[in-house]
């Protein structure tokens, strides 16, 4: 009578891990970064034509590369700023006001869903990709090495790489890790 008891345990046990390990992989995702990096080989065809036009030799982009508009750009990134304090008409922030109705400057809302930890949100924002709850777990063990981006294609490699220009950082160790160079 004991041994069909541990036998149902026993089984009920695989069955709990088995379950515990499909939840586990459903909610906390991998997500195996791309090795390597984008170049100019990597630009898509020419955008203009439309997706379901088809392509033809006067609309394919030999890696021609598209001139800047502008020459500088300066991207402001503030975590945990609501957007009432910048863009609201009681707005203590008369400079940047002024800058956004002369158009000499653009507002962006970001819409953030859960995981909200900085770490996580940058990446995604630099990489373009979407971060999950794994990255939030990850985030608290990185070490300085392991957070760092600079083996994985982003915005700002991109931008010094093949813009050109000279990159001025500021910001706390958690842009630092993330961009060590």
């Given at each position: ?15 709990e ?12 995702p ?13 630009q898509?065809?020419d ?7 088809p ?34 008409n ?10 956004l ?7 962006f809302?970001a ?7 900085t ?15 794994l ?20 915005l700002l ?24 160079d």
């Open positions: 009578m004991r041994w069909v008891y541990a036998s149902a345990l026993s089984v009920l046990l695989v069955v891990l088995v379950g515990l390990g499909l939840f586990a992989k459903g909610f906390f991998y997500k195996k970064s791309i090795p390597g990096f984008a170049g100019r080989e990597d898509p065809m955008i203009g034509r439309g997706l379901n036009a392509a033809t030799a006067q609309h394919v982009n030999f890696g021609v590369s598209a001139e800047p508009q502008y020459d500088r750009l300066v991207l402001m990134v503030v975590d945990a700023l609501r957007n009432d304090f910048v863009f609201g009681e707005s203590g922030m008369a400079y940047t006001q002024n800058l109705r002369s158009g000499a400057a653009l507002g809302t819409k953030a869903q859960a995981p909200t930890v770490m996580p949100r940058i990446k995604a924002l630099m990489t373009g990709t979407v971060p999950s709850f990255d939030a777990v990850l985030n608290i063990a990185e070490s300085d090495t392991s957070s760092s981006l600079k083996h994985q294609d982003n490699w991109q931008l010094k790489t093949h813009g050109g220009k000279e990159i001025n950082m500021f910001g706390d160790d958690t842009w630092l890790r993330l961009f060590p």
